[in-house]
């Protein structure tokens, strides 16, 4: 059979399987965005410290997960910590595996949202009897997440993609059901092409986003 009777006559076998991955690749980028957008800010606050310890576990935090492949980390959370006594589920795994790695990117998108707002602004809701916490909240904060968005946006298409790498822990998202098509099937062209579509699918829209809030935050300049 040539390429496109095989793609009509087996499409709804591979997108049914496929779709349930996707179903389970939103379900990890979701969380593990989440978990990346809290220590984030957490890093970058704790990089920002006066205080030299603190700084530097942030600055060693960073760069030793920037610097490592998001692949080996999921291999350290799932196959090793088990070592110690700690086991998790695939799905939490690599939930917590590509947050943690996520973070130490998000932390710097955080700090140059921050250290892009005037410092005047801080110092003067210091001098009214704000608290440096309460300065960051209401004073910092608002005005630099329109700084922070388009890139968070972006890291969140990035991470999208990289839940691909969560198959390796047997984690069920798309590709994991497109190995296992391509080993049943052996019609490697046809699944891998409906599993990039499927992609493809979830990050155009992102990427419009993207756009839209780019523009945007010209608009506020």
Known sequence: MNFWTVMVARFPYFMSL????????????????????????????????????????????????????????????????????????????????????????????????????????????LSLGMTPLG??????LPQAIRIMLPPITNFSITLLKDTALVSVVAVPEIMFYARNLVTETFQSMHVYLLAAAIYLAMTIPMSRLVAYLERTRRAWS
């Open 135 to 140: 300065s960051m909240r209401y004073i910092v």
């Open 18 to 125: 496929l779709l349930k991955g996707a179903v389970m690749t939103v379900t990890v980028a979701v969380g593990a965005l989440a978990l990346a957008l809290v220590l984030g800010l957490l890093i970058a606050l704790f990089r920002m410290s006066p205080s030299r310890i603190v700084s530097g576990f942030a600055y060693v935090y960073t760069e030793f997960l920037r610097g490592t492949p998001a692949l080996a980390q999921l291999f350290v959370i799932y196959f090793g910590l088990p070592d110690i006594g700690i086991e998790l589920q695939p799905v939490e795994a690599a939930i917590i595996g590509l947050g943690i790695n996520g973070s130490a990117y998000l932390s710097e998108v955080y700090r140059a949202g921050i250290q892009a707002i005037y410092r005047g602004q801080v110092e003067a809701a």
